[in-house]
């Protein structure tokens, strides 16, 4: 049916009505029959026709914002919002842009768009976007020394008792490194070979550091960021440490060994030092992550580490260079680089390089011992070297842990120091 023929349906029943009044309405006299049928006719015809107008629009607008509704709460249910609004909240102006963020969290290994924006918020930023674009700029010379003092700074409280446990450790070896008849020269001589024998194996590892691409280049400067932060590890940081790790070849699936039968072990990314190798305290920051999963799952851990540190400063920042950090490998897992260390540094292939062992308490103890004697000759020294010492020592010789300060897109050589002690104290460790 057509709506002329509505129209003109409707028209003739209101003037049937007129003409055919009841009996009782025809004792009312009607003074302007002309006026009477022309309100009786034109307005309920009008009044019909605007309110079939109306209702048809209304029925085309409420449909298409249906339409509209369904599309973009369909788009923000499947990154993890309830409906649009939600998304709108969180700082996404349209659909496209919603998803093109949620394409680049799954690509991070994140459950939903919803999670890490939620990640991103408790870090200071408004979503997810705005953090990937705010940390993933380059960090320039200029930047690195505010990268490296905010990290520092941030974890002061834990590099305070980090510090104070190394000045116990500068006392127990400082002293008695250099004589002949001590635990830790003893120690000394017999690691020396192998930090001289392994320090070398890291260098490839650097000059891949120095030739990562753009991407991963990327995700050095968000780890670099996130320390700066003080933030704890999440996905992004795990993602970023692994793929950085895939890139250098550090990361397998049954774990990596650099040197010794060390088939499980770490590497890291840190900030600090003050440009290499100095006398003194010299503290640093990093995350460190196993070479190999446990359950599908990576361990971490954050670590401060304070006496001699092989960590790119700002006075290692080469000309042209746009970044610098510390790369590191150890024996074992990220979550048990805890306790009194000793370094030996030196350079191959033009790097700085370290080799450092984190002592076993035992043989902690025994140094104490050692420097409490005040005085050594040959028969207290071979009363100290038990067999079950001796034999941990060289155990424990084989397997360095091997770090380097890497600046790219070059690096300088800072120059070589000898054995030094120091103190590793893991702030936070976990699996994700």
Not at 45 to 56: K, L
Not at 116 to 133: H, I, L, V, W
Not at 365 to 370: E, F, I, K, R
Request: hydrophobic content about 45%; proline content about 4%; glycine content about 10%.
């Amino acid at each position: 049916m057509t709506n002329s023929y509505k129209s003109a349906l409707l028209f003739a029943s209101a003037f049937a009505v007129v003409l055919t009044a009841s009996p009782a309405s025809a004792r009312f006299k009607i003074k302007n029959p002309v006026k009477a049928v022309t309100n009786a006719v034109v307005k309920p015809v009008t009044n019909t026709a605007n309110n079939v107008v109306n209702t048809v629009t209304n029925t085309t607008t409420t449909l298409a914002n249906n339409v509209a509704n369904t599309a973009t709460d369909t788009a923000a249910q499947g990154v993890g919002y309830a409906n649009f609004a939600a998304a709108q909240a969180k700082g996404y102006a349209n659909t496209e842009l919603l998803e093109a963020a949620n394409v680049e969290a799954k690509a991070y290994k994140w459950s939903s768009l919803a999670a890490a924006d939620t990640a991103s918020a408790a870090m200071g930023f408004k979503n997810y976007a705005e953090r990937m674009d705010a940390d993933s700029l380059p960090v320039g010379a200029a930047e690195y020394s505010v990268v490296r003092t905010a990290a520092l700074n941030n974890y002061r409280p834990a590099l305070s008792e980090a510090s104070a446990k190394y000045e116990v450790a500068r006392k127990n070896l400082v002293p008695v490194l250099a004589q002949g008849y001590s635990v830790a020269n003893y120690v000394a001589n017999t690691c020396k070979a192998g930090a001289t024998n392994n320090w070398g194996k890291i260098t490839p590892f650097v000059n891949k550091a120095k030739a990562l691409d753009a991407k991963t280049q990327d995700a050095v400067f968000r780890l670099l960021r996130t320390l700066a932060r003080g933030s704890k590890p999440d996905q992004q940081t795990a993602t970023d440490m692994l793929a950085v790790g895939q890139a250098l070849g550090m990361v397998s699936a049954n774990g990596f060994a650099l040197v010794g039968n060390a088939y499980q072990s770490n590497f890291s990314i840190s900030v600090g030092g003050s440009g290499g190798w100095v006398a003194g305290v010299n503290s640093s920051v990093g995350f460190a992550m196993d070479t190999f999963p446990t359950n599908g799952k990576y361990g971490m851990a954050i670590a401060v580490s304070t006496g001699v540190q092989v960590a790119a400063g700002t006075s290692a920042l080469a000309p042209g260079a746009t970044i610098g950090f510390g790369l590191g490998w150890g024996p074992g897992s990220a979550a048990g680089a805890e306790g009194q260390t000793l370094t030996a540094g030196g350079e191959a292939g033009g790097i700085d390089v370290a080799a450092q062992w984190t002592l076993p308490p035992s043989l902690v103890q025994v140094l104490a011992t050692d420097v409490a004697r005040n005085g050594f000759d040959v028969n207290s020294l071979k009363d100290a070297l038990t067999s079950s010492i001796t034999d941990g020592i060289t155990t424990m010789c084989q397997a360095p842990g091997i770090s380097a300060g890497v600046s790219l897109p070059t690096s300088a050589n800072l120059g070589n120091v000898t054995f030094s002690p120091g103190y590793t104290h893991v702030v936070w460790k976990g699996s994700i």
